[in-house]
């Protein structure tokens, strides 16, 4: 084990670490090798709890997640290659890194880092996930500083700084997660409320989760090279303004799915409260979306509540319906041009767009390029750190 600032002062296999106070009613940070715990290993370190001081988890330790680990304003959670973070079985036992928190979790594509569960049996929805909290627009306040609060946790995000900066999140794979604490709040895997666009998001894999693989809630964050393998609810999901890119996107379906993409304008249960109003309005490069078989029914890719979206090179695989868009507003988009689809292959689809918002469009106008599509590539960027 490598020796690091936070864990100078760690003496024999059973001592106890108690960081500072916590803020809220997450309990004190407690680091604790061996028999003082319960870890999976004897050798593995147990960590959770608000951060008072920066910290690394260091490259050849495992690690225990027995609680919410916060990391809270002017702190640094540093993340080293090939580290291992195993979380005891809850919906209140996440990540999160609040607003002016950091996150440095840099793994490499032989040696990435990987948020797991524990048990000896792993389940979707074992745990809750990764949850970043940023500063940059999202539409369901009235805008300027105000926030809105996440739905696990009921922590601060939104603002107006574009170009808000919460770390660097790479070659990072969860497993398991998605553990809902209500019907109304669920983790999922990786969670980005109004994170913004001075973050990197790059080689990222939600895998085998209960509900959305990504999210994005708002916020400008742009993320590349997105796996989202056996997500139970939608694989990626952005709602409440989200604005920004996504390069090189792969979805794989399971037995049990729901969309490949949902798309929201707004949070339908919040509203669009910004002033001037604005819509999500991302940008998708290069995805991929593998179904289950068109017999299977379902849709590869739902917008609604007004969201704008510009998709390029686009290739969906095995499903009922391509594209399925509700209600008046998403339909101003398209006839705006502000949703467009370029470049796009459709393999076993019975039926490529369903236009449900009362526009006057269909596939011949709305799809470019059909059968050009290639999609995500996916082979040429996933080997060493993802699972199938």
């Known amino acids: ?28 940070v407690t680091i604790n090798q061996g028999n003082g715990g319960t870890p999976t290993n004897p050798s593995d370190l147990v960590i959770g709890g608000t951060l008072t001081q920066n910290l690394t ?22 993340i080293e290659p090939g580290v291992v973070v195993r979380a005891t079985t809850g919906s209140d036992v996440y990540v999160a890194v609040q607003q002016g928190g950091v996150i440095m979790a840099e793994g490499t594509s032989s040696n990435p880092i990987v948020f797991t569960s524990n048990s000896a049996t792993p389940n979707p929805g074992d745990w809750g996930g990764l949850i970043v909290l940023g500063r940059a627009p999202i539409n369901s306040v009235v805008g300027g500083d105000a926030t809105s609060t996440s739905e696990i946790g009921g922590l601060p995000y939104g603002g107006n700084i574009t170009n808000d900066n919460s770390g ?47 999210e994005f809630f708002g916020g400008t964050v742009n993320a590349s090279h997105i796996s989202v393998v056996g997500a139970q609810d939608d694989s990626v999901d952005w709602t409440e303004g ?37 819509w999500s309005a991302p940008t998708i490069n290069n995805i991929t979306i593998n179904g289950l078989g068109s017999s299977n029914g379902n849709e590869a890719i739902r917008l609604r509540a007004g969201t704008r979206a510009t998709f390029n090179n686009v290739l969906i695989e095995g499903f009922e319906e391509g594209y399925d868009l509700d209600d008046e507003e998403t339909g101003t988009g398209v006839l705006a041009n502000e949703t467009t689809v370029t470049d796009i292959t459709f393999d076993d689809v019975i039926t490529t767009l369903k236009n449900d918002t009362n526009a006057a469009f269909d596939a011949s106008s709305f799809f470019s390029g059909v059968g050009t599509g290639t999609g995500a590539d996916y082979n040429s960027w996933n080997s060493g750190w993802t699972r199938n």
């Open 168 to 214: 660097i999140i790479r070659y990072v794979r969860i497993e398991y997660s998605g553990g809902a604490a209500d019907a109304a709040s669920e983790n999922n895997g990786f969670s980005f409320y109004g994170v913004g666009n001075g973050t990197t998001i790059d080689f990222i894999q939600a895998f085998e989760g209960a509900d959305d693989g990504v």
């Open 242 to 278: 989200f604005t920004g890119t996504l390069t090189d996107v792969y979805i794989e379906h399971r037995q049990s799915h729901d969309k490949g993409i949902e798309g929201d304008g707004f949070n339908t249960d919040i509203g669009n409260n910004s002033s001037p109003i604005f």
């Open 1 to 28: 084990m490598k020796a690091n600032k936070f864990l100078l002062g760690l003496l024999a296999a059973a001592t106890l670490f108690v960081v500072g106070c916590a803020a809220d009613d997450t309990a004190d």
């Open 57 to 78: 988890l260091t490259t050849g330790t495992e690690y225990d997640l027995t609680s919410a680990l916060i990391v809270p304003e002017g702190i640094t959670l540093t």
